[in-house]
């Protein structure tokens, strides 16, 4: 029930790319999240493998111990290599970042994170409002199924709900 209702809160905020005023979000959203590919569920690996292809990342950092999700990234996206630190990209739940080293501001600019649950439960919740407010965050977007936090230092601080 509680997924229900905050998909329903999300669904009456978000919008499409029509209501970003970032070029760089609005490349993102409708030359990335927007483009059809073949791996249809679930939605937050679709969206990585899209963000992996399309920033052309080459390192990853997978948070806890998801094979399914190695399996699926290692097949789409041959050429992307497994790391334990300073990844071009960070995945994983969102539940699980407090229980690894990273730390979010002290991430890369050219770094991306995304997170998956953010909409579970009150404190996946709370947890992604947290993140979203620490200083050297500047965009985050809410896709509902996941949030992708990204560290750009020439851009505003600005958070966006995107429906895909």
Excluded at 60 to 83: A, M, N, V
Excluded at 151 to 164: A, C, L
Aim: proline letters at 3%; hydrophobic letters at 40%; glycine letters at 4%.
């Amino acid at each position: 029930m509680f997924r229900l209702l905050s998909f329903i809160k999300f669904l009456c905020t978000a919008t499409n790319q029509h209501g970003v005023h970032s070029p760089f979000v609005y490349d993102y959203v409708t030359k990335c999240l927007y483009v059809p590919n073949t791996l249809k569920r679930p939605k937050t690996l679709s969206v990585l493998v899209k963000s992996i292809n399309f920033f052309n990342l080459k390192t990853i950092q997978l948070l806890g111990d998801d094979r399914t999700s190695e399996e699926i990234i290692k097949k789409h996206c041959p050429s992307i290599s497994f790391i334990d630190d300073n990844a071009d990209v960070i995945f994983g739940n969102i539940a699980d970042l407090k229980n690894t080293d990273v730390e979010v501001n002290k991430l890369p600019s050219a770094s991306m994170l995304l997170l998956n649950g953010i909409h579970k439960n009150s404190e996946n919740i709370k947890n992604w409002e947290y993140i979203k407010t620490l200083e050297h965050v500047s965009v985050s977007l809410d896709l509902f199924y996941c949030g992708v936090i990204f560290f750009r230092k020439e851009q505003v601080k600005e958070h966006f709900k995107i429906r895909i």
